[in-house]
């Protein structure tokens, strides 16, 4: 026997053996229900509203996600209903995808290995004895502290304005949340399965926000934007400045970021299904700048020499006094810093490459607008910032933009230009690993010489189709990657003797700071075991391209690896491990802080690594 | 040698000794300028403004109080200031008296006995390294902290917004505030002697703020008023019923009491002359519903039998969670609480008088519109609420008033009605302890019979001046006490039947608790060594008076000791003390409740307490 269920708005009617889950159903037949959680009652992704047949009686699920106002309205979530009479359900608007950066693009903290989940945000049903006796005094928090036992602990007030409503309403069953010694929540019923956290990275260009699920360690949503502080400025310097002129704007620097990671959570939740109630630990890395300005922090002094950090202690706040729309209780912990300009984020990148406890030398290489090159090994470990600007974050590059839909992520140059772009979309603008590699096929095709130069004058020894793409316009030399009309292109996309010059700062910036690096340590090329490739890159970048641009040293490609946003994975391991994150302590104490523009062989060393490799 | 010094608006010219401050040489020719600290440098109110003549460089102290505008618009203290020229200034105008409850009314900290001053407030003045090194980079926070040493601290986020500019402003010479392991402040050059808190007793109808230097214990102004909760119920069960209404009626009535607060914090700034930033200390001490009112903990269930409150525990957080305008970091305490009616101020009544570690057994009386009493000795201490109404602090009484300038405070009834005013001035209305005054002269002079009544029917046997004082208006018998244009009065005043009504609930209330309390400890009156009434009377309650009516139980006189509004004097002592306020936690567990209304006893003995005593 088996029971029609009728799926709104594909408007197919499926044969289901009764008992069968309507999502369980939908898959089977094929029917795309988003199921962040997969299925486990964890999220709200997968709700569907009856329009036909009787509602069941909603699960705990039901209730504790989806509220009692959209219970009473028919929504149920898919994964906990069975089909037993014939219904017809609506499923909740699919995803905007676009919205969406592409998961699985970057590496995961299974991925990392021997990573102990142990997030620190602690859930337990107990049973609290509700206040019976007029004479024998006790109060609704003692009872509570009394069953969940081994105090001290900590209460926010916040916990306790609800606290007597939440109790009596749960006749005193209720899952009480802690991290450490603080009791973060208080929930009616069993809410044991939904704790979520997110893991922050704040770039100067680029903020990427990642939603974890602490039990498992999966990575459920992430997404990324620009960082809208730019407007007042594409480089640190620039901020400090600003921030220096008056101190209003410090309050607009803080309030930008904080604004967009609201924007981060709203949009997570909404694409993920999870509530954002349910998420209790956040984890920030970020630049000492960003993460001074994210606490509204005067950076005006990371900006002077000797360029010292306000603290560089890590630290442990509540939620509601950053004003982040999580879980008010939820703790933000931002990881320890190095020095004035080697952050929180270069801390995560040391952790995530595992780089402190590797037996030989390796280097690895944050690129970013204010990139870190980390060296050494679990003997010892040096840092230098190595400011490359945003060109690689595609920004200040006229046709640039961030790894997004319709990106070029690839190009080949060869007798023509073949170009590949995320999603395979039509090509709206170039992206980071898009520019390396057109630098590096314009450097071998012999349109750009080794100083940089595009070759118009010499333009006629090139392959014909290359030929016209060599332009001068007016004064400015021009190479254009696509045509209008091209691969549906809707405008032309150039790299112009300008973009070449800010890539060639921003690889010359990098590259010297891992050359002085290897110079200080006294580890030639030969000596380097490995050499690790990070950056908000998305899901491709060509070790060879980066080669032949020199934005690394000249070691095999086989010794060299890229291994994503390192950063953000640096927090997400803190995030769902807190083994991870005292481990981070360390790694920031240990970490010897090189300061290169001090340095006497700097200034060289610098110009020189402007210059491409000769071929 | 003489120089003249000529102080306006008095436009006096005096003739001064070279080196005398000008506040010295005012004095002594009897010219007021207030000096509130004792002209110590501790405040702002002996200010004056330089109007002819050099105005001398700012001293340290100038600078600290005055801040740089002030100082450069000719301001200086005029305690720091010494006269070496012939010079004239403006003083500052002259406190508003009227605003001010008078000093002296009520016991100190100094009084008690015992007390050792340790407020937990400790400043230090540190010399902070400031950064130097690029290469082995070290922060802000951390030079500050190895400057204090003995760690770990706990600091806020806030401080560090001002941390970098203040070292720098100060070349690193700070002076560093901390309270427990917290670092609260860290303020630029020597602030040390500034150093001062505020005691708070918040009554369901009265409002107490104390200021309280807290190197020297000495307290420096207070000030008095009205709960302005009482326009949404004047006592406490139609305070909870109007929170439960809806739930921003419960931030509505927290709204209010906070911002009495900041209004007596705005008045004692500007009364005292002492910086809000200089206050780093606040006790709190009030009933559970009005605790709990304060942290906008929902207090429902503090109305409902078995009357739990919501916790109990001492709590101590930041000023700015409560958005007080002292010192953002400043230590907010609130004292421990006993039962659902038997709150903080009751504790700080145990505390205030001693009565924990008497040899014999003592009655602490607190009377108010949420009375409270404790009864016992250094071996057992009951306490029990004694919810008496807002009568006897002047409310819900025709022409009741607080105790403020023109209120009648005491009454004498012989031939005629002898009053006397606070302030003695045009009597306005009449306070609590003029209405005890009043009944207990009523009472001899057989105006009001044993059971309450008004006697106008029998007026004829009283002395003739009296008898046209006792009318019957319509329906409604009274009392005048004082007849529009008597001693200035700009109008009637009486006592109405109702009023005295009022009364016995009130008296009643307290002498049943009194009564059932001896009951259940089985304590005879002769067993009691010394009854101790406490209540916010002002600086006069007639012991004789308080007997007659029957509001305590008939002890001889000198066993009976008013000792003032001890709630507050209790906050007092753990606001200058950190060994009082850790005593009061003891004192809390130790107070056994006893909950009158479900003893058997209960009704028969509250009837008979609501009559008078016959003569």
Redesign the interface.
Known sequence: MTIPLTILPANRELQVAPGTSILQAAHAAGIDITATCGGRGRCTSCRVKFVRGTVPPPTIMDELQLGSDLVREGYRLSCQCRVTEPIAVQVAPPLDEQAFQILGADRRVQDVGRVVIDAGITKQLVKVA?????????????ELLAAIGRGPWD?S?EL??????TL?EAQGEVTVTTFGRSVLAAEAGDTGPMKFGLAVDIGTTSVDTALIELESGERLASVSSLNPQAVFGGDLMSRIAFAQFNPANLKKLQGRIIGLLNQHITEIVRESGVLSKWIYKVVVVGNTCMHHIL????P??VGL?????????P?V?PAR?LHLKVHPEARVCLLP????FVGADAVGVALATRIYESPEIRIAVDIGTNGEVVLGSRERLWACSAPAGPALEGAQIRHGMRAALGAIDRVRIEDDIQVHTIGEAAPLGICGSGIIDALAGMLDAGILDATGLIQVEDRDRLPPRLRPRVVLQGEERRFILIRQGEAGAPADITLTQQDIRQVQLAKGAIASGVAMLQHIAGVPDGQVAELLLAGGFGNYLSIRSALRIGLIPPLPAERIRYVGNAASLGAQLCLVSETERHRAEGIARGIE???LA?HPDFQEIFVECMNFPRG
Chains 1, 2 share one sequence.
């Open positions: 509700l206040p019976r006796e007029e004479h024998h005094q006790t109060s609704d928090l003692e209460v007030p306790l304005k609800q606290l007597p409503a009596r606490l509204g922090i005067d005006s002094h020499a000797p360029y010292a950090p306000v603290l560089r202690h630290l706040l006094e810093i190095v020095a004035g802080h090189v300061s001090t």
